[in-house]
């Protein structure tokens, strides 16, 4: 998920624009400002559950933990936060295992005039794709993810940007967009059991086909 060529223009006019807080500002749950940079970009599309468990190296359950945080790789913020294993669909991981994953967002304080030869603003902005935040401390998520190949750490990376997370909010599950916004009804859940009902019946679909 390092693959930056395709939305590095995009970025500099963005940051360019939040530079100046102009058209990119909302207001956060604690009433601050913060300027919003919503990434759109050129990625793969996934449109079932059993193709993002299919292509996924591990998909959990997760807990957020506190620790976190946010670097620069490419004039573009990555996210890593720590999570605990809740319970696992798929991957060699144990229930309160602890492991690293990485996204591409976050908070972040970006150069001026988007040059990383100029200093950083004063400011945070908070980078989301497709309008969907990373991951949050104290969050219950189901992940599908990849071993992070770049990063000699073990970490993962949430697989396919947005779209290989849903939090778990009570009785909901949900990736973070509007109902009406989905690709696929194939994602859209009336509930967190019927999320992990779905993922349960495509994991011994997958075996059986596999035997």
């Not at 970006?110 to 949050?136: I, N, W, Y």
């Not at 993962?156 to 940007?161: K, P, Q, S, V």
């Not at 194939?186 to 495509?202: C, G, P, T, W, Y």
């Amino acid at each position: 998920m390092r693959n930056v060529k395709i939305i590095s223009i995009i970025f500099i006019c963005v940051s360019l624009l939040c530079s100046f807080a102009t058209g990119c500002t909302s207001i956060s749950e604690d009433d601050s400002a913060i300027p919003i940079f919503d990434f759109h970009g050129s990625y793969s599309f996934y449109y079932s559950i059993d193709e993002l468990l299919d292509q996924a190296d591990v998909v959990a359950e997760v807990r957020v933990n506190e620790h976190q945080k946010t670097e620069m790789i490419a004039s573009l913020p990555f996210t890593t936060s720590a999570v605990e294993i809740q319970e696992v669909y798929k991957g060699d991981l144990s229930k309160n295992e602890v492991i690293l994953v990485n996204e591409l967002g976050g908070l972040y304080r970006p150069h001026l005039f988007g040059d990383p030869s100029q200093p950083q603003q004063e400011e945070f902005v908070e980078m989301r794709v497709e309008g969907v935040s990373v991951m949050q401390p104290g969050d219950i998520q189901i992940i599908f993810a990849k071993l992070d190949d770049e990063l000699d750490d073990g970490s993962y990376t949430i697989f396919a940007l947005w779209q290989g997370k849903f939090k778990i909010q009570g009785d909901q599950a949900d990736r973070g967009v509007a109902k009406h916004e989905e690709v696929n009804e194939n994602f859209v859940f009336e509930s967190a059991i019927q999320l992990k009902d779905k993922i349960k019946m495509a994991k011994v679909t997958k075996e059986r086909e596999n035997d």
